[in-house]
C-alpha cells in the first residue's frame, strides 16, 4: 500500500516519463518488444504496465484540471468580495461618507480622530479605515488615535464608477 502511495504521489514530470514508457511498450508491435529483449518481461508484467500506464495518464489529465478549478475558485471568490465591498459602501450613511472623503483628500491617508466617534467605531468594525501601528498596542492611553483608510477602498473606488460619483473622487483632484 505504501509503495502505491508513493507512486501516487511522485512529481508530474516522472508521471509523464512514465505514461510514455508504458504507453509505447503498450502500443508497439511484438517484433519491436523482442527486438528490444522485453518479451519475457512484458509476458510476465504485461497488465502491470497498462495499469501504470492509465493511472499516470489520469493522474496527468487531473493536474491541469485542478489548477483551473483553484484558477476559477479564486476569481469567483474576489468577484463576491468585491460585490460585498461594493454593496458594503453603497450603502454607508451620508455622515461616514464624508468622513471617508476626508481620508481621501489626505495625502499620508491618516487623520487623528476621537476613538469615542461614533462613526469612527462603526467604519472601524466594517474594516474600512484601522488604527496605525501605535494605537493598536494601547488604544486605551489616548482618547484620540491616528487611522488610516484601507487600501482595498481607495482602489474599489477608483474602479467602480457608482462608487465615484458618492464619494466624489473626481473633486480630490487623487485617485
Partial sequence: MKSLLDFLKLPAHILGALALASGFLLIVSDGVIQT???????????????????????????????????????????????????????GLEENEVELINRFLKEPTNTLELSMNNGIVSSLYRQNVIDLTGFYQVA???????????????????????QLQKIFCIENHGRS
Wanted: positive net charge; charged residues 20%.
Fill in 36 to 90: 528490444l529483449r522485453m518479451g519475457a518481461f512484458m509476458s510476465q508484467y504485461g497488465f502491470w504496465v497498462g495499469v501504470v500506464f492509465l493511472v499516470s495518464v489520469a493522474i496527468l489529465l487531473v493536474l491541469p484540471i485542478k489548477s483551473l478549478g483553484g484558477f476559477v475558485c479564486r476569481l469567483l471568490k474576489e468577484y463576491v468580495e468585491k460585490k460585498k465591498y461594493v454593496k458594503l459602501l453603497n
Fill in 139 to 161: 488604544p486605551v492611553m489616548c482618547s484620540t488615535a491616528t487611522y488610516f483608510l484601507l487600501p482595498w477602498v481607495r482602489n474599489l473606488i477608483k474602479e467602480e464608477k
